[in-house]
């Protein structure tokens, strides 16, 4: 095989992608990513929000054109027409997801939602009632999801383990995230579950760079982007404390789920998948 052959042959093996929610931090490192990564193609195309007026984004060599809601359903027709099959990545703003799923579902754009917030139900019962499927997660750091699916096995066969222990759960997250973390709200599920009755709404959240940098000591570097959690147990009569933590610094972590996560993604559509909502943890297992 000649080396033009096996270009052809390489870039045809690529998964087609479409990042939306550039220019937000975390859709423009992802899409960053995606363009130095030999897996990938990246679509020169990003649904983003209605407060954004430019409607060009910079990425290194490629300029991305960014459409606003009031355009979407027009040009995606013609971007659908020229690029299908492709996987849609979804890092938008939490008031977006519900109806960015809807769209996904109604256009037939498999999608990695790594979008916290929406109403969570309605967003699984719209991919099980399309024909494509989708892997959705409120955190796609592989190692996170790993932790949560320890601390779920605990819950599961050691229900009530904690009862009688108190909860405080922090978190800290940089300036522009928009909602409590999503991670942080699946594992007060867990911890009800381990015995500890305990409400989303007494998660304690931290956006204040500069709380962030002398009450928690995160690295000025990371301010802009971090994810630092605090889950801390005590007993009772105040004997025993358990604490577990996890601090990331930085977006790439976010990147190496993303990807996994299309790969996956992409595998399953390609076997046929239709109406099927995929977790992280069905990517772990591969």
Not at 11 to 31: E, H, L, Q, T, W
Not at 123 to 134: G, H, M, N, W
Not at 169 to 175: F, L
Request: with cysteine; net charge neutral; glycine share 6%.
């Amino acid at each position: 095989m000649n080396r033009i052959n096996l270009m052809n042959k390489i870039d045809m093996n690529r998964i087609k992608i479409m990042v939306n929610g550039i220019p937000g931090n975390v859709a423009a490192s992802i899409a960053g990513n995606a363009l130095s990564d030999d897996r990938f193609e990246l679509l020169p195309f990003s649904l983003t929000g209605p407060e954004i007026n430019k409607t060009v984004f910079h990425l290194e060599s490629m300029n991305i054109s960014l459409i606003r809601p009031d355009e979407r359903d027009h040009a995606i027709r013609s971007i659908i027409k020229e690029n299908t099959p492709f996987i849609s990545v979804d890092y938008t703003h939490p008031s977006s997801v519900n109806d960015n799923a809807d769209f996904y579902c109604r256009e037939g754009l498999p999608f990695v939602m790594g979008t916290t917030g929406g109403d969570r139900k309605r967003l699984c019962d719209t991919v099980e009632k399309s024909s494509i499927p989708a892997v959705i997660a409120p955190n796609m750091t592989k190692q996170i999801v790993g932790f949560q699916a320890m601390m779920e096995y605990a819950a599961n066969t050691f229900p009530d383990l904690f009862k009688g222990y108190s909860l405080e759960i922090r978190e800290s997250h940089q300036k522009g995230k928009a909602d409590t973390s999503g991670t942080a709200k699946a594992m007060v599920e867990t911890f009800n579950r381990l015995g500890i009755p305990f409400s989303k709404d007494e998660i304690i959240q931290e956006r204040d760079p500069d709380k962030q940098k002398t009450e928690w000591k995160i690295p000025e570097e990371y301010l802009s982007g971090h994810a630092w959690h605090t889950y801390s147990l005590v007993s009772d009569d105040q004997t025993v404390k358990f604490v577990f933590k996890h601090n990331v610094n930085g977006r790439d972590n976010y990147s190496k789920g993303t990807f996994d996560a299309i790969s996956y993604l992409e595998k399953k559509r390609k076997e046929g998948a239709v109406g099927k909502v995929f977790t992280m943890i069905d990517v772990l297992k591969g």
